[in-house]
């Protein structure tokens, strides 16, 4: 029996944990709060709950032979990811995984005025948050390395899906960067970033990097016209880059004013990816149609 560890199973993470359960894997699920833990145990799968920050927190983990999926977030400020690295120092000395996933994000590129990025492109981020996701990368190319564990690192674009929609700064009328002024910005589907997941652990191979994103860029201010008219609700103003300086938050202005088309095409031929929702539209109709579902 496959034998699969999902460390941080939240949105994605069930998604993955789900399609193994129906394979007839042994899934285990490592959260943070009992409450969610309680939840997952009645759908079938074995919990470990635990904190990330701190290294003792971390109760001692079977891993032998499991595929992991290390979907954590770094903690916020400093450059480096300590939940990674606590976890990694955890399982290091004991059972050898299969293999491991380290879901990072495209942050780890610098901004690049809108060119064309490829895996291959130099991963010098200019956020700090960019700085913690390649630090995390970096720790698990280095315990592969040291273990002969493969590791296969995927980048990954905005995440979009159900109950994955901007709904409170559309609501609120938040300011857009003027659509003249907005950059490409790139994302993938809830549904189809999991795929990938699983698509990696199948088919991945120790030190393989891949983009993930639909392969259909654009702007943040596009984007969020487009979820604003599948939610039914009214466009936001735009303001001109000065004046977004000014009005938005440091972290949502360094979304905005960011710009990069991700190239898309290793994940894609490698992997052998057919997505389900390449198009942004068609995505956002079923994310706002599972919402009413609900």
Wanted: charged residues 20%; glycine residues 8%.
């Amino acid at each position: 029996m496959q034998r699969i560890f999902i460390a941080g199973c939240g949105y994605i993470g069930e998604r993955i944990a789900h399609s193994y359960l129906k394979s007839g894997a042994d899934v285990t699920c490592m959260v943070r709060s009992p409450e969610h833990a309680s939840r997952l145990d009645a759908a079938g799968f074995s919990t470990v709950i635990s904190s990330f920050d701190e290294q003792t927190a971390i109760p001692p983990l079977t891993l032998s032979g499991s595929v992991i999926f290390y979907l954590v977030p770094p903690p916020g400020g400093g450059i480096t990811d300590s939940r990674a690295r606590n976890f990694i120092a955890r399982i290091s000395g004991g059972e050898k995984p299969a293999k491991i996933i380290y879901m990072s994000a495209t942050s780890v590129y610098s901004d690049n005025n809108g060119a064309v990025v490829t895996e291959d492109s130099p991963a010098c981020p200019d956020s700090a948050m960019g700085k913690r996701r390649l630090d995390a990368e970096s720790a698990f190319r280095e315990f592969g390395a040291a273990t002969a564990v493969p590791v296969i690192i995927l980048r990954v674009s905005g995440i979009y899906g159900p109950g994955r929609l901007p709904v409170m700064q559309i609501s609120q009328g938040q300011p857009l960067l003027n659509e003249e002024e907005s950059g490409p910005s790139n994302r993938i589907h809830a549904d189809d970033l999991a795929a990938v997941c699983i698509a990696a652990a199948e088919r991945g191979s120790n030190g393989d990097i891949f983009n993930v994103s639909d392969g259909k860029p654009s702007s943040m201010t596009s984007y969020f016209n487009a979820c604003a008219d599948a939610l039914g609700l009214p466009r936001q103003p735009q303001v001109t880059l000065a004046e977004a300086r000014q009005a938005m938050s440091p972290l949502m202005f360094s979304y905005v004013t960011q710009a990069r088309i991700l190239d898309n095409q290793r994940m894609l031929n490698h992997l052998g990816i057919r997505l389900r929702y390449e198009n942004l539209a068609d995505g956002l109709a079923a994310s706002v149609m599972a919402c009413h579902q609900k």
